[in-house]
């Protein structure tokens, strides 16, 4: 039987660290704040606004938001971005995204000051991931990844890893990671050949493949750890991950939960950002 990387003990020992740094912020007169930026009445958006602002509740860091309809224009949008860069009161930005159609996603996103971009949004921030710099923060997907191995001890100098699915949210920038923590990186992708005996050459596997149960028993071997960041809604209309977790579990030896894995780490990442970015105003 595989151990599971828990969630939630991750978080716990990340909320820990976010509530010091919020007291001594707030002793030093700054108090950390998260500037929300919603387009529209999305319900999935409004779910993750919730589950933000209650995060953020809980560990002392202040939410701003700026809800606009539907139909706000660039010049309107652009505008309200500008104000949160102004606004030294405010030290991290979430947009929620996708933007409507008729709105230039890429052009926006880019108007944010990188270092309000707690969401890897920016072009700026993405350059950090790739070249080291300290530059805007990382997407909070693939380091709640990285925190999951760190909180677990699991040591990836040396390892060969394997990640499943290249998008910039999540594949490109965790195989960036990994490569960061000295792992021999390998990236499939929808062309791969031969995936299951590419997949079981790694001592450690990320799948952000968005395909509930890609990951089968015939990809995987004993002694390897498994990180699912998939959330896929399954057949029987509960939530799963990439990984067939029942035909997994058994044979590898540690691996994160769908629900209870990655999902529930990116949220205090994402406030350990904004608290960071409030930090690096007294630098
Ligand atoms: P995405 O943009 O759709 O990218 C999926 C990637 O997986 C693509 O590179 C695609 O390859 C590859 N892929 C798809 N099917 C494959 C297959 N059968 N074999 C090999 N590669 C395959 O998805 P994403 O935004 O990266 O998200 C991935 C998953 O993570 C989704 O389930 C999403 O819901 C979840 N997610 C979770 C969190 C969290 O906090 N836990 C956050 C963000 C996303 P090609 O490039 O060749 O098409």
């Known amino acids: 039987m595989a151990k599971q990387l828990l969630g939630k003990e991750v978080t716990a020992a990340i909320n820990e660290k976010i509530k010091r740094k919020t007291e001594e912020l707030v002793q030093k007169g700054i108090q950390p704040t998260l500037g929300i930026i919603r387009v529209g009445e999305n319900p999935s958006d409004i779910s993750y606004e919730k589950g933000a602002a209650k995060r953020c509740e809980t560990l002392g860091v202040a939410c701003k938001k700026y809800l606009l309809p539907e139909n706000v224009s660039q010049e309107e949008l652009l505008s309200v971005i500008d104000e949160v860069n102004r606004n030294d009161e405010i030290h991290g930005v979430l947009m929620l995204r996708p933007l409507p159609k008729h709105l230039d996603q890429a052009v926006i996103e880019n108007a944010l000051d990188s270092r ?3 969401d890897c949004m920016t072009d700026g921030s993405m350059s950090g991931v790739f070249t080291g710099k300290p530059i805007g923060f990382p997407p909070c997907t693939p380091q709640a990844c990285m925190e999951i191995l760190d909180y677990y001890g699991i040591d990836c100098t040396g390892k060969k890893a394997v990640v499943v699915g290249r998008s910039l949210v999540v594949g490109k920038p965790a195989a960036m990671m990994l490569l ?3 792992a021999t990186v390998t990236v499939c992708h929808t062309r791969t050949k031969d995936m299951p005996s590419v997949v079981r050459e790694a001592d450690i ?3 952000a493949a968005g395909r509930a149960g890609v990951i089968d028993d015939t990809y995987l071997r004993p002694g390897q750890i498994v990180i699912d960041v998939g959330i896929n809604v399954g057949e029987d209309g509960k939530l799963c ?4 977790y029942t035909k997994a579990e058994p044979i590898v030896e540690a691996i994160t939960p769908v629900p209870g894995g990655v999902g529930s780490v990116t949220t205090s990442v994402l406030v350990g950002h904004v608290v960071e970015a409030a930090e ?4």
């Open 280 to 283: 690096r105003t007294l630098l």
């Open 241 to 244: 991950g990439d990984v067939d």
């Open 205 to 207: 596997v990320i799948v």
């Open 116 to 118: 309000k971009d707690v």
């Open 180 to 182: 960061q923590k000295n």
